[in-house]
């Protein structure tokens, strides 16, 4: 199947600084990207959707100057936690669909965020 | 709320028995899916079935599907300890929001050896 890469897949950062997220498709090209943030044994949830050129649809709740999201290219998507906080550690995982079976969505291995 | 529900949130069997998991969804669906995750890992995507399909299967894994009652369920049978995960149904949609993927609570699954 496609794959999705995510890096890094782990990072630890103080407070207030930024993080930014990479999400990639390897081997197919990417129309969409979503970004799903899991809290510790809960679900996914949906934060965001990116269609390659345009801005992203954010969900209800989530803040768009907090979680910058740049779909620049049909295999690059990133995620920029601005200004974190210890609320912010999360575990971010990104998903793509495009140009295989249009229903398809592949997951990114998720990338561990603690903010100390 | 954007969840669907899975029930039981948690289940503890023994290996070789049989694995229930229970999804129930908002709205209609072109299909739904079913996800594992191991702890602190990514989703690995197990099987879709389709709004217009009743059962599926995939080795030790079984389907169903009722859009009458907009809920669906997971067997696995003959569990192994290597099962342990979380198990999340997904739904899939089409509105005017777009085509949307959208998870249920999860359930996790614990087989003891």
């Known amino acids: 199947g496609a794959v999705v890469s995510q890096h890094p897949s782990w990072v630890i950062c103080k407070s207030g600084t930024s993080v930014k997220i990479e999400c990639r498709s390897l081997?197919?090209?990417?129309?969409?990207m979503f970004w799903y943030r899991q809290f510790p044994k809960q679900s996914l949830m949906l934060m965001a959707t990116?269609?390659?050129?345009?801005?992203?649809?954010?969900e209800q709740g989530v803040e768009k100057d907090k979680f910058l999201i740049n779909h620049a290219s049909l295999t690059l998507s990133t995620l920029t936690v601005t200004s974190a906080h210890p609320e912010d550690s999360s575990f971010y995982i990104c998903?793509?669909?495009?140009?295989?079976?249009?229903?398809?969505?592949?997951f990114g291995p998720g990338t561990r965020l603690t903010v100390l | 709320s954007q969840q669907g529900e899975e029930d039981p949130q948690a289940l503890s069997i023994q290996e070789g028995e049989n694995a229930t998991m229970n999804c129930s969804y908002k709205t209609s669906i072109n299909n739904l899916q079913w996800y594992r995750q191991n702890s602190g890992r990514g989703l690995v995507h197990l099987i879709l079935i389709r709004s217009n399909e009743r059962e599926k299967h995939s080795g030790r894994l079984r389907v169903t599907l009722d859009t009458s009652k907009k809920s669906s369920s997971l067997l696995i049978t003959a569990s192994r300890a290597a099962d342990t995960a979380s198990y999340f149904c997904?739904?899939?949609?089409?509105?005017?929001?777009?085509?949307?993927?959208?998870f249920g609570g999860g359930t996790r699954l614990m087989v003891k050896p």
């Open positions: 990116s269609n390659e050129g345009s801005k992203a649809t954010y």
């Open positions: 998903s793509a669909r495009g140009d295989l079976n249009h229903n398809e969505q592949f």
């Open positions: 997904a739904s899939r949609t089409s509105n005017n929001a777009g085509n949307m993927l959208t």
């Open positions: 081997d197919f090209q990417a129309t969409t």
